[in-house]
């Protein structure tokens, strides 16, 4: 069974400090698929990035950067610079191929503090 | 391009009325989910659909809850009759599959704005 893991609950930093969200995952496919959504104030999911299980190279986005690691089953992800618009609760998740059900963690709640 | 819409966006009930919440995916998008987020449980899959077939609805918690999708366009999730454990935030999502090996599992899903329903 697949199972996604987001051991911090809950992050505070002040503005413009980095800050990292830890995932870990565990599935027994070979071929499989991860994600971050980030749920702001208001509720609604955003998709933020994907990432295929054969792909492990860092991907960075503005301030946004993930890092993938197979040998330890993580997927973290770290903002840089962190602004008060960054705060929300950042879930990450696991499908695996062959079937579209996403597994989401708990999710950490980041607030950004001016 | 609009995204996925729900409706109602709230909605506020007595124990043992049915509930009916609706969801139209996004155009083209092959591929329907609805979660529900609690404090307790988080995010959980309820069922999805695949070209308007169920797939999964292992999720699904008891026989008060169904689902349907008569077209590509539409989709409801209902509850007959509600509890008020049923309280809860429900997404519907949607995602374009490529159909590979039985689902891409690829293709991000894009959520909706989510329907607060509160059963007292």
């Known amino acids: 069974a697949q199972k996604v893991t987001q051991a911090q609950t809950e992050i505070s930093v002040v503005e413009k400090e980095d800050v990292t969200l830890d995932c870990v995952y565990e599935t027994r496919d070979t071929t499989y698929y991860l994600f971050w959504y980030k749920q702001p104030p208001s509720g609604e999911l955003v998709f933020l990035i994907r990432?295929?299980?054969?792909?492990?190279q860092n991907e960075i986005s503005g301030r946004y950067s993930w890092n993938f690691q197979k040998s330890t089953s993580s997927f973290n992800f770290t903002i840089t610079a962190s602004q008060v618009v960054d705060s929300a609760v950042y879930f990450c998740a696991l499908s695996e191929l062959g079937n579209e059900k996403l597994t989401f963690g708990t999710g950490t709640r980041l607030t950004i503090i001016p | 391009d609009a995204g996925v819409i729900q409706s109602p966006r709230h909605e506020v009930t007595e124990m043992g009325q049915e509930v009916t919440l609706r969801c139209k995916p996004i155009s083209g998008h092959n591929s329907l989910f609805w979660y529900r987020q609690t404090m307790m449980r988080g995010l959980e899959l309820l069922i999805y659909f695949n070209n308007n077939v169920p797939i999964d609805d292992s999720g699904m918690p008891e026989d008060r809850f169904s689902a349907k999708m008569p077209n590509a366009s539409f989709s409801t999730l209902k509850i007959q009759p509600s509890e008020p454990r049923d309280s809860a935030v429900y997404f519907c999502a949607s995602s374009y599959d490529l159909g590979l090996a039985g689902g891409s599992s690829y293709n991000e899903q894009f959520f909706g704005p989510g329907t607060r329903l509160t059963v007292l």
């Open positions: 990432r295929n299980s054969f792909d492990e």
